[in-house]
């Protein structure tokens, strides 16, 4: 993982927009009665209509445009004409967006309809724990004291922290090095320099932090079924603070 350049910062921020942005649809479209497939077309036509690509569709094999994680699947969930929305669901949608050979990664937890009050609080510790992450992404600290906020905060709120999956930088590639885990030890990890670019993305259960893998490779369930959230952002060491751009 390399410091960015002026032009490739640039091309990163463009690729966040289209993510943010992408987020603004899913709030209209995140409903009763609505397919995840249905949400798949609307974000990879948004994508595609920005002159950007869908980073995640054939990546190592993948069949979406977007992860579509619904209640007690942590992460990559794959898009279903079958899989409809109901009241009280919860999903995570995770997107990735290349823009002239450069990459962003965002993702957010949704609520439909009206969730236990266990959802709500599990979404608003793991909107949190990512904050307090990004709060650590800056030039001069480790990558584990990220690590560290993010675990702290959530078992302070008696949540755990997924340890099989891990945030991670980005750049030209969409998944590069350091692995940015939601677990350590502060002053641990590779020193974070002013122009890296990070993937930060707690995945937060309520119950137990152990998951496991369906038939189809892909899709991430608590092994205990119970909720999971999980919230990233793609952000850019700073000196001071880390910019987010998505």
């Not at 990890?189 to 998951?211: D, K, Y």
Request: proline fraction near 2%; glycine fraction near 10%.
């Amino acid at each position: 993982m390399s410091v960015l350049s002026k032009e490739e910062k640039c091309l990163m921020r463009k690729a966040g927009s289209i993510l943010k942005d992408c987020f603004k649809v899913l709030l209209r479209e995140v409903k009763v009665g609505v397919s995840t497939k249905v949400l798949e077309r609307k974000v990879a036509d948004f994508i595609v209509s920005k002159n950007a690509r869908c980073a995640f569709r054939g990546y190592k094999g993948f069949p979406g445009a977007i992860c579509a994680s619904k209640n007690s699947v942590v992460v990559h969930g794959i898009p279903n004409e079958r899989d409809i929305l109901k009241d009280g669901d919860i999903i995570s949608i995770d997107i990735g967006a290349e823009c002239g050979g450069l990459f962003a990664d965002a993702a957010k937890t949704f609520t439909v309809g009206r969730v236990s009050d266990e959802a709500e609080r599990l979404i608003g510790v793991t909107r949190q724990a990512l904050a307090k992450g990004i709060e650590m992404a800056t030039a001069g600290n480790h990558v584990e004291d990220i690590s560290w906020a993010i675990q702290s905060f959530v078992e302070s709120n008696s949540f755990s922290v997924v340890r099989s999956f891990v945030g991670h930088g980005i750049g030209t590639k969409l998944h590069e090095e350091p692995e940015v885990p939601n677990f350590g030890r502060p002053h641990k990890g590779r020193l974070l320099e002013e122009g890296m670019a990070l993937a930060i993305e707690p995945m937060v259960n309520a119950g137990t932090s152990e998951v496991e893998i369906l038939e189809d490779g892909w899709t991430a369930i608590t092994k205990d079924s119970r909720l999971s959230a999980h919230f990233e952002h793609t952000v850019i060491v700073g000196l001071k603070t880390a910019e987010v751009i998505t």
